[in-house]
Nanobody, 119 residues
Framework: EVQFVESGGGMVQPGGSLRLSCVAS????????MSWVRQAPGKGPEWVSC????????YYLDSVKGRFTISRDKPKNTVYLQMDSLKPEDTAVYYC????????????WGQGTQVTVSS
């Protein structure tokens, strides 16, 4: 059974930092690309960042470049999102996602963790 355990969300003031973690089990973590996707209240899902299976390539939404860093620890089956210089517009539920081809059969999502940036 595929499972994700996400943690690290919470409330922080603007300019603060949070580190999200997502521990995966039930599939071959090292063979999957991993992403973070967020959804703000009243809005659709927004892709934030991804890291390739090999860990050698990372990609970011323009608005988070230079502030967020994605990484993965293969022995721990864990993907992280370090979020610095947080802004109120980063407020959302953050989901981790694991996927590989064929995507219709190999696309898994976590339960989400709330991030609130407010003074």
């Amino acid at each position: 059974e595929v499972q994700f355990v996400e943690s690290g969300g919470g409330m922080v003031q603007p300019g603060g930092s949070l580190r999200l973690s997502c521990v995966a089990s039930g599939f071959t973590f090292s063979a999957y690309d991993m992403s973070w996707v967020r959804q703000a209240p009243g809005k659709g899902p927004e892709w934030v960042s991804c890291i390739k299976a090999g860990g050698d390539y990372t990609y970011y939404l323009d608005s988070v470049k230079g502030r967020f860093t994605i990484s993965r620890d293969k022995p721990k089956n864990t993907v992280y999102l370090q979020m610095d210089s947080l802004k109120p517009e980063d407020t959302a539920v953050y989901y981790c996602r694991g996927y590989r081809r064929p995507y219709y059969r190999n696309d898994y999502w976590g339960q989400g963790t709330q991030v609130t940036v407010s003074s």
